[in-house]
T-cell receptor
Framework: ETGVTQSPTHLIKTRGQQVTLRCSSQ?????VSWYQQALGQGPQFIFQ???????GRGNFPPRFSGLQFPNYSSELNVNALELDDSALYLC?????????????FGEGSWLTVV | KQEVTQIPAALSVPEGENLVLNCSFT??????LQWFRQDPGKGLTSLLL?????REQTSGRLNASLDKSSGRSTLYIAASQPGDSATYLC?????????????FGTGTKLQVIP
C-alpha cells in the first residue's frame, strides 16, 4: 500500500465526452503528477502539480487539464475524449516536487473510450 | 530528448535462476533513477531509488546499479521466484525548468516458471 488512492478504478466513456479522475496523495506529500499508460507501453508524463500550481507539463494537448486542492489531492480532466485516450491513468505523489525522493503511485484508473 | 530503453522486452526463466534486467538512457545528466514493478492491471510499486551520486542500491534479493557516464542501469534479481513475475520498469528523472521530468522505459516482462 502506497497511500495514494485513485477513483474511479474503471470507467467507460463515449468519444466526445468529458471525464474527471481523482487522486488522493500520500499523507504529507505536496506534489502530484499524472501519467498516461497505453497498453504495452511505459507511462507518459502528463503534468505535475506542486502546492496547487502546475509546474511542469508533458507533450499533451490543452484538453488535458488538472487541479490540485489545498489538501494536495488532485483531479485530471480530459475534454473531448478521443479513442486514443483509452489507457491506464496513474497518479503519483511525492514530497517537494520529487527532489531526490521516492515517487509513489496509485493503482490507476482504467479509461475506455468507445 | 531523454529516451529510455529496456532490454529484453520479455524474459522467461526457471525458478531459482539469477537474472539481470537492463535499462539504458540517452541523457546522462539525470537526477536519479527508480525501478518499479507492475503487476497486470495494477499500478506501479517502487522497488529501488538510486541517486545520481550513488553506484548501487540493495533491497533483499534485489540489487540495482547505476553507471551514469555510460547511461546504464541494471536490476539484478537473485534466486528468482514465481512471485517475481511482473513487468519491471525503470524511470529516470531530469531537472527541467523547475520540476523534475520523469521518463519511463517500456518495461521488461518477466515470467518465472516454477
Amino acid at each position: 500500500e502506497t497511500g495514494v488512492t485513485q477513483s474511479p478504478t474503471h470507467l467507460i466513456k463515449t468519444r466526445g465526452q468529458q471525464v474527471t479522475l481523482r487522486c488522493s496523495s500520500q499523507s504529507g506529500h505536496n506534489t502530484v503528477s499524472w501519467y498516461q499508460q497505453a497498453l504495452g507501453q511505459g507511462p507518459q508524463f502528463i503534468f505535475q502539480y506542486y502546492r496547487e500550481e502546475e509546474n511542469g507539463r508533458g507533450n499533451f494537448p490543452p484538453r488535458f487539464s488538472g487541479l490540485q486542492f489545498p489538501n494536495y489531492s488532485s483531479e485530471l480532466n480530459v475534454n473531448a475524449l478521443e479513442l486514443d485516450d483509452s489507457a491506464l491513468y496513474l497518479c503519483a505523489s511525492s514530497w517537494d516536487r520529487g527532489t531526490g525522493n521516492t515517487i509513489y503511485f496509485g493503482e490507476g484508473s482504467w479509461l475506455t473510450v468507445v | 530528448k531523454q529516451e529510455v530503453t529496456q532490454i529484453p522486452a520479455a524474459l522467461s526463466v526457471p525458478e531459482g535462476e539469477n537474472l539481470v534486467l537492463n535499462c539504458s538512457f540517452t541523457d546522462s545528466a539525470i537526477y536519479n533513477l527508480q525501478w518499479f514493478r507492475q503487476d497486470p492491471g495494477k499500478g506501479l510499486t517502487s522497488l529501488l531509488l538510486i541517486q545520481s551520486s550513488q553506484r548501487e542500491q540493495t533491497s533483499g534479493r534485489l540489487n540495482a546499479s547505476l553507471d551514469k557516464s555510460s547511461g546504464r542501469s541494471t536490476l539484478y534479481i537473485a534466486a528468482s521466484q514465481p512471485g517475481d513475475s511482473a513487468t519491471y520498469l525503470c524511470a529516470v528523472r531530469l531537472n527541467s525548468g523547475g520540476y523534475q521530468k520523469v521518463t519511463f522505459g517500456t518495461g521488461t516482462k518477466l515470467q518465472v516458471i516454477p
